[in-house]
């Protein structure tokens, strides 16, 4: 006969987790996991992360890693666990330990989070305490990033500190099984922040057509009924904004299914904490005023991410077109006395309130593309969340390039890319790239040990670049644009070795002097070496073609032997003709991206951009794929490989003439292209192919560029966390630096 089981001993083990594990409700998740499991020990934040040591039987032990694992509360994300046994202590009970005192840094800074559906239901329930109320958040939601002061994170060092906790909100704040327990935000109308205009009101005025200025996490949008065609029109007529698509603001997933289709993927995208505008394609009877996105299959649309936004749009019970509270290409504004100043001619009503917005953050822009997020533009509800950046080194700050700027700040092998800054095009926001830089600094306490920047000279961010260089000694290396691109999705693919890097892009400074923005790179994230480009073409009047691609399409035809009509004021054809013939006040380029303007032009789908890549943007969006493909060439030339268009273009305008429709071109365009690249890369035998350039938002080609090169053998890296086009270079930058 057996003797009864002893119960084993105790066992205490040391857990360290990383990752976004403060100010996600961790530590109650935590408390309430060890105390249902019947373990003593206790939980802490610290510096790095946050600690654990639990002790009990070590099958109860397992079963707690297995649950802390499965169960992580979102939005939280666990990227590292590590497990010690230290000696057991016989403690009993388990609890919430305070953080290390004064020095104990944010692990992390916090993106900002859209409202989650626990408190969405109290703001919805009458019964509630906060019900109706506009500022309501949790350890799940509620704003981060953009009320931070400084570290670490708690009420004090955030704008929330003048809002003094009432009884209720203390005893919830204090209460380790309360979904508030350190919610650092949390407030209710009776202790937070107040509106400085009814919601009604505002709801009325949009209603009746009217422009109202409302103040959101990141900054102030102006908000119109996005049903309503004249209104918009009007709201594009003070913005400057003549036709870049405007993104559109629904109450929920149904709302958004009204306007495009919403694949569980996007649908996924739509509702996660980061509440991005996701692009849709559009739904033919979407109820949009047309002036929303003029000549677009697709539209951007997002959800209600904060309580007010909730509220207006019920109030409302319309669409919203929400769009960055500025003036054409300046920041957005997110000050309360500079919003008034740069949106009182802009808005007619105005709904703030009174929790100060710290940093300024533009909503996030993403596509969902084969299960995959293809980021646009990668800002709120995602910065400055880290990235990992291996192999890690010297604190790196890679400064970006000029258009859709970010900046990137390094620490170890962790990677803070900042929110968009945007075009470095005025005073404006060259301000608020300095201050962003000198912010992030202060946040993540780092001064940097290395200088990264663009091989431009003229580039605002690479003058910054050198004169702290030269004001602090540190050391500064010049990427070339598209090695940056390249080095990128590398970077984001976690790879070193070298590939074949496609780098099809807008324009970039080449070390030749001329533009490139068409190249195929052997590199990896040291260095390159071109072996390949678009051949060469030529913008006359230089930066005047990039906004008028009948410009380009004059200069592909000449160089075909063809010829083509542009149908614009035929003085100005006949000026541009006399430019190209005579070479003067023609600048070179290989850029990818201006041949899409080109052949948009040549294709019959849009002669000019109103606004960046137009012309491009619409080639896409047309495009009908019939199957066929346009001709291009690949020869080699010298040294170099080139990818020629001169057939394609000869073959596009014959077959317009013909009357094959501009949609069915658009799609040939595509098709062409794409079985040009992938015949390039069997040229020149690459094993990896690497995706970067802000071609390659465009995802018609990178469909039929990955599965081209996918269907021969190669390998193809694409970008997952950082956005292919210029909001990814700094990060790019910042990766070839540690390479060295
Ligand atoms: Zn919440
Ligand atoms: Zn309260
Ligand atoms: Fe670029």
Redesign the pocket.
Known sequence: MSAPAQPQPPVRRRLAARGLVQGVGCRPFIFRLASELGLAGWVRNHSAGVTIEVEGPPATLDAFVDKLVENFPVPGRLEELTTATVPATGEVGFRIVASEASGAALAWVLPDLA??P??RRELLDPGDRRYGYAF???????PRFTIIRDVPYDRAHTTMAAFALCDACRAEYEDPHD?RFHAQPTACAACGPRLSLAVATAADGLRAGRILAVKGLGGYHLAVDATNDAAVARLRERKQREARPLAVMVLDLAGARALGTVSDHEAELLASPAAPIVLLDRRADAPLAESVAPGQTTVGVLLAYTPLHVLLLRAVGRPLVMTSGNLSDEPIAHRDEDAAARLGGLADLFLAHDRPIERRCDDSVLRAWRGRTLFIRRSRGYAPAPLRLAPGGPSVLAVGGHQKNTFCLTRGSEAFLSHHVGDLENAAALAAFETGIADFERLFDLRPERLACDLHPDYLATRYAHQRAAREGLPLTEVQHHHAHIAACLADNERADEVLGLAFDGTGYGPDGTIWGGEALLADRRGYRRVARVRPFALAGGEAAVRQGWRVALDLARQAACDFEPGVDPAQASAVRQMLAGGFRCVTTSSAGRLFDGFSALCGVAAVSRYEGEAAVRLEGCAVDDGEALPFDVARVGELWELDWRPAVAAALQSHARGVSPAALAGRFHRGLAAAATRLCDELGAATVALGGGCWQNVRLLSLVVDGLSARGHEVLTHRRVSPNDGGLSWGQAACVLAE
């Not at 309501?136 to 509620?142: A, D, E, F, I, M």
């Open positions: 409202l989650c626990d408190c309501l958040n949790c350890t799940h939601c509620g979904r």
